[in-house]
């Protein structure tokens, strides 16, 4: 596994445990200011993904 495809489960990872631990996201049924960061770098992850991945595409 490449290290953009870690750094993408690791954040998935980091966010759902976020998500299934924290107080205050269950008790306010909103994400907290945590959950929105660690979302933000997930979404960082699955973009530089998307753009490896668009690099080893062949181009026609």
Known sequence: M?????????AR???EQHMR??????ADAAP???A???LRLYNIA???RM???GR?????
């Open 13 to 15: 990872l980091t966010y």
């Open 2 to 10: 490449s290290s953009v495809e870690d750094a993408l489960e690791n």
């Open 56 to 60: 080893q595409a062949p181009t026609a």
């Open 36 to 38: 929105k960061h660690l």
């Open 32 to 34: 907290c200011a945590v």
């Open 46 to 48: 699955r973009r530089d």
């Open 21 to 26: 631990t924290c107080r205050q996201c269950h």
């Open 51 to 53: 753009r490896a991945l």
